[in-house]
């Protein structure tokens, strides 16, 4: 497998920051904005207009992060499921509007539901349910448009089961995603796996990764190479793969090193380069 091209993600601010940088190498980029409950519940018309006009000239690959914020795919309330859903379809006519090929959105799954899966043996089938129902509405739009949905690691501390989840739908349009840094919480912190097996366990059905630095300890969203993942064996494990991932940097701070990052990140992905060099002061 090929390494695809590093991409980032952003808002308003840190695009128009780095917009020169994405549109002349074509960087992949995934558009942030639209998780904010207020933001997508309103008139987005006006930050997608913004976003169109300043990537008339880009070519690259283009996604988005969905909406979040209090909404459970596996929801047990059929009502809240129907809201839930409404949200995604929301995001997938954002994704449409901005050309965007995927839209991430949160696993259901936590530390307790892997205690529990044999205490409460019916316990993941039937979030396995709901998902599927929320999803039956969604999924078929996302495929109207040309949009894989991709389901990212939050609590989730038992790798398999996002990828069990899109086993048993089986839509074409859904893929699993992967966040290093919420993953390297998980193991740091509940015994989780470590990041390497998280991606081999994807295998086959990982479209996305986030990638962030982290402590074990908290959701840093730090720039690689500054909190204690080991990059290079990491990276090895997404080449083991089949297919091709796309790869999003996704960082919290200091926006404007983004660059830098991107470039240690690509040399570490094609060379056996160990230690980060020094940011560049220009």
């Known amino acids: 497998m090929t390494l695809s091209t590093i991409g980032v993600a952003v808002t308003r601010d840190g695009f128009d920051h780095l917009k020169d940088w994405i549109c002349s190498e074509d960087r992949p980029i995934e558009i942030q904005d639209f998780v904010a409950p207020d933001l997508i519940a309103g008139d987005c018309s006006a930050i997608i207009a913004h976003y169109k006009s300043a990537l008339s000239e880009h070519k690259g690959h ?55 899966r044999y205490n409460y043996p019916n316990s993941i089938p039937s979030m396995n349910a709901a998902a599927a129902d929320c999803l039956a509405g969604v999924l078929p739009r996302a495929a109207d448009i040309g949009c894989d949905l991709v389901i990212e690691n939050i609590e989730d501390t038992d790798p398999t089961m996002r990828v069990a989840l899109v086993q048993e739908i089986g839509h074409r349009n859904l893929k ?107």
């Open 62 to 116: 283009r996604g988005i992060h969905g909406p979040f914020f209090g909404l459970d795919l596996a929801n047990p309330d059929y009502d809240m499921r129907k809201l839930v859903q409404q949200r995604l379809l929301k995001g997938l006519e954002i994704a449409e509007a901005l050309s965007a090929k995927h839209m991430v959105v949160h696993s259901p799954f936590s530390y307790w539901d892997l205690l529990n």
């Open 176 to 282: 699993v995603s992967i966040d290093t840094g919420h993953a390297d919480l998980a193991h740091g912190q509940f015994t989780a796996p470590p990041v390497v097996d998280f991606i081999a366990a994807a295998a086959g059905y990982l479209g996305h990764v986030h990638l962030q630095d982290a402590d074990g300890y908290a959701d840093r969203h730090w720039h690689p190479g500054q909190g204690r993942l080991n990059w290079q064996p990491l990276f090895q494990a997404i080449d083991a793969l089949d297919e091709t991932p796309h790869l999003i940097i996704e960082v919290r701070d200091d926006m404007a090193r983004i660059p830098h990052t991107a470039r240690w990140l690509g040399d570490l992905a094609r060379s056996s380069l160990l230690t980060p060099p020094t940011p560049s002061t220009k």
